[in-house]
């Protein structure tokens, strides 16, 4: 408390109401900004890019074009929100598999196979990866793809090797990039061929095919 030379502070009143007001905006403009992701990852990974508008993510989470234009500048700022929530969204659905024993080469395998579901499940993931394909017709810098997916798989390679427990002899990293193309192959054959209903077992042949033995 600031007190002046001249004068005796002036006590605070312990019966004042408290204003929760601004604390309850903040709650609502984060609903509001989930149930514009929500709609905009649906009809992205639905429709594609370059055939969505702001309206009709709008429509999509029925609301105004203004509410999702007070949230968001424009359609490039809501599809970079979209490929950022699906790396959030790929690392949860990872994580059960990241649970287990990290120099079992079946942990690499659970990976891929958790991956495989969320591409099917997630619309998050779903969206994320249709727009990684459309970045030609977004206008700004979308996050690098499968970066860190990739550097997490070779990290769990080189763990596997080091335990004498990887049978194939091609190294850690090289095989880590011919999973990650591979993986995200299957995934976009399945999703034209099938809408991804058969990409689990697409995956489940990529992993065998390399090596690696099934989860159990």
């Known amino acids: 408390m600031i007190k002046d030379s001249d004068s005796s502070p002036t006590p605070l009143s312990v019966n004042a109401p408290f204003d929760d007001t ?8 984060v ?4 149930a514009i992701l929500d709609a905009a990852a649906e009809v992205f990974a639905d429709r594609g890019y370059p055939n969505v508008t702001i309206k009709d993510i ?14 968001f500048s424009n359609k490039e700022a809501i599809a970079v929100a979209v490929v950022e929530e699906l790396y959030r969204r790929l690392n949860h659905a990872i994580a059960p598999a ?9 942990t690499v395998a659970d990976v891929l196979l958790h991956t495989a579901r969320g591409f099917r499940d997630d619309p998050y993931i779903e969206a994320g ?21 990739e550097g997490l798989l070779a990290e769990l390679l080189e763990e ?12 850690p990293g090289a ?24 990409v689990v077992e697409r995956v489940e042949e990529l992993v065998q095919a390399v090596g690696l033995p099934l989860p159990s």
Request: charged share 25%; aromatic share 6%; net charge positive.
């Open 98 to 106: 990241l649970a287990g024993e990290r120099t079992s080469p079946a």
């Open 160 to 171: 596997c090797r080091a335990a004498g427990n990887l049978a194939v002899s091609i190294a």
């Open 31 to 34: 609903r509001t900004r989930r």
């Open 129 to 149: 990866a249709r727009l990684q394909i459309e970045r030609p017709h977004i206008k700004v810098e979308l996050p690098v793809p499968y970066i860190e997916y």
């Open 175 to 198: 095989l880590a990039r011919v999973l990650v193309a591979a993986l995200f192959g299957a995934q976009h054959i399945s999703w034209v061929q099938s809408e991804r209903a058969d």
């Open 58 to 71: 709008a429509d999509s989470a029925s609301m105004t074009k203004g509410a999702v234009y007070f949230h």
């Open 22 to 29: 601004s604390h309850l905006k903040q709650e609502r403009a």
